[in-house]
């Protein structure tokens, strides 16, 4: 039996782990489902080159959000690019700002996006596609999609794409930007839209699996 890919895309905050939780554990008793995310690969790096503990990681936002071993002026970027960048962080490009860490998430961000895919765009996308491939689950979920690319790589593998409109974050980092205006549609039924800015939890679960698990 070939692998069904599901890929989840949204805003931090929008409710993409938890929405992948839910469909896992409906699936799970009927099909072997694995987790996998684009930013593992960079995410395992970070904690073994850069120091950034389990919990900056893969914590919660506050883990997310303290202070990295690295400045803001220790980036190797030329300076429009980094400020560019403290800009799109919501700070301002003062001295005393670039003397500052960079958060463990805005270090995510910045290495794996601003460098590393500037450098070869499809790294993490197709890392990911070659785990899949290998390891062959019924179900594969990737529930952290944020570029266009990441999703083009997979689109040979029919996936059902899930898009969670919810968006409670200022940040204008490309990695939170970059799908706004993708063309979902070119998936036709596979693409499943969920409105979820006004809904609680409960509520968006349950929309959630009656439109995915007809697709299945």
């Given at each position: 039996m ?19 939780d ?5 699936l799970?008793?009927t ?7 684009f ?9 073994n080159?850069?120091g950034?503990s ?15 071993q ?13 400020i ?12 005393e ?14 290495f794996?996006?601003?460098?590393c ?7 993490w ?18 529930c952290?999609?944020?570029f ?9 593998m ?19 930007t970059?799908l706004d ?9 596979n ?11 409960a ?6 699996w009656s ?6």
């Amino acid at each position: 039996m070939s692998t069904k890919v599901i890929i989840i895309s949204g805003k931090k905050q929008a409710g993409k782990d938890t929405a992948c939780d839910v469909l896992m554990s409906s699936l799970k008793p009927t099909l072997s489902c694995t987790k996998y995310s684009f930013a593992d690969p960079l995410k395992q790096f970070l904690i073994n080159v850069f120091g950034l503990s389990w919990a900056q990681c893969y914590g919660t936002d506050a883990d997310k959000n303290s202070p990295s071993q690295v400045k803001w002026k220790s980036l190797p970027l030329d300076w429009d690019d980094k400020i560019r960048l403290i800009e799109s962080c919501g700070l301002i490009p003062i001295v005393e700002n670039f003397d500052t860490y960079l958060t463990a998430r805005q270090l995510m961000q910045i290495f794996g996006s601003d460098i590393c895919r500037k450098m070869y765009p499809d790294c993490w996308a197709l890392g990911t596609k070659n785990r899949i491939l290998s390891e062959r689950p019924g179900v594969a979920f990737i529930c952290d999609a944020r570029f266009p690319n990441e999703i083009d790589v997979l689109a040979d593998m029919n996936p059902i794409i899930i898009r969670l409109k919810r968006s409670i974050s200022s940040d204008t980092h490309f990695s939170e930007t970059a799908l706004d205006n993708y063309d979902f549609s070119k998936f036709g039924t596979n693409f499943v839209e969920i409105d979820n800015s006004n809904m609680d939890m409960a509520e968006k679960n349950k929309l959630l699996w009656s439109k995915v698990s007809v697709l299945l």
